[in-house]
């Protein structure tokens, strides 16, 4: 899937541009993240906040290697068959937490299908040891669907994270382009599980790909229609010629109608804007 090749480049509007990363602080993160050979999917996934949240001394932290087993056709993540399982992972990342003081922490992970748990053991122990290490810190999880083997997530659940974030990402009609190992269904199923077993739950969604706004509205709903708590909606944005082309640029008048739906449906809450993505602003959309 990551063999598109783009035909026609977009012209970037002004309001999808941000400022390059300076200050003290981003360079802090940058060093701790570093030196603890730890991964970030502001860096993996090239994520266009990463210097406004590095320089307030926030990240996501991404486990289980920085190699996907999955060719999601939007996403700058490697792609390809895993090495092998860091055990000492979960300890590094819960010092890394404890070193920069975070009361809210982002965890998320490639997928690692070749693994018969899909790597919840790790994502458990990850949990564990960031709780005893930083026993003030909330923790939110950004998880894969472990393919409907829903021990596995029990497993990430039994370890009790506060927010449970998993991410329907596009429509149901482009899932054969934009996720293709992803079935929607599978995912809406996930998050009714977490919901069921008590836990606060959250969902996102990205924008420009192809969907009609009629179909990010129908989204909305069977994610009401599922429990969830918090949902986020971000434009994609191709983060390289090989990788699915940006088929439209949604304005922010349009991110705020989806603000309105959102809001219109009871979510306890919905962030929706260009440059929203599933861990932006974590800590204040989940109001901890």
């Known amino acids: 899937m990551k063999n598109v090749i783009q ?71 490697i792609t390809g068959r895993p090495t092998e399982l860091d055990l000492d992972e979960p300890r590094r990342v819960a010092d890394a937490i404890n070193k920069l003081g975070l009361k809210y922490v982002v965890i998320t992970s490639v997928n690692r299908d070749e693994l018969a748990d899909g790597g919840a053991g790790v994502w458990a122990e ?48 482009l899932y054969r382009t934009v996720r293709p190992q992803g079935k929607y269904q599978r995912s809406l199923e996930l998050l009714q599980k977490a919901k069921d077993r008590g836990f606060t739950t959250k969902s996102g969604l990205m924008v420009g790909l192809g969907e009609q706004d009629e179909e990010v509205m129908q989204v909305l709903h069977d994610l009401k229609a599922h429990n969830v708590d918090l949902v986020t909606i971000g434009q994609y944005m191709q983060p390289t010629p090989r990788h699915l ?12 109608l989806f603000e309105i739906a959102g809001k219109q449906l009871e979510f306890r809450n919905i962030f929706s804007g260009p440059l929203v993505r599933s861990s932006y602003h974590a800590r204040e959309q989940a109001g901890a």
């Open 126 to 173: 990850t949990i564990r040891q960031v709780r005893e290490k930083n026993p003030s810190a909330e923790i939110e999880v950004l998880i894969p669907d472990f393919m409907g083997e829903w021990k596995n997530l029990d497993i990430v659940l039994d370890a009790r994270p506060d927010v449970l974030n998993h991410n329907i990402e596009t429509v149901p009609r």
């Open 245 to 256: 082309p940006v088929d439209r640029y949604v304005t922010p008048v349009s991110f705020k």
């Open 7 to 77: 035909t026609e480049k977009k012209n970037k509007p002004e309001w999808l541009k941000v400022k390059l990363p300076t200050g003290q602080a981003y360079w802090d993160m940058k060093d701790i993240v570093d030196r603890n050979d730890l991964h970030t999917v502001c860096e993996s996934a090239a994520c266009p906040n990463r210097g406004e949240c590095w320089s307030t001394g926030t990240a996501t932290f991404m486990i289980l290697g920085n190699i996907c087993t999955r060719s999601c056709g939007f996403c700058n993540v």
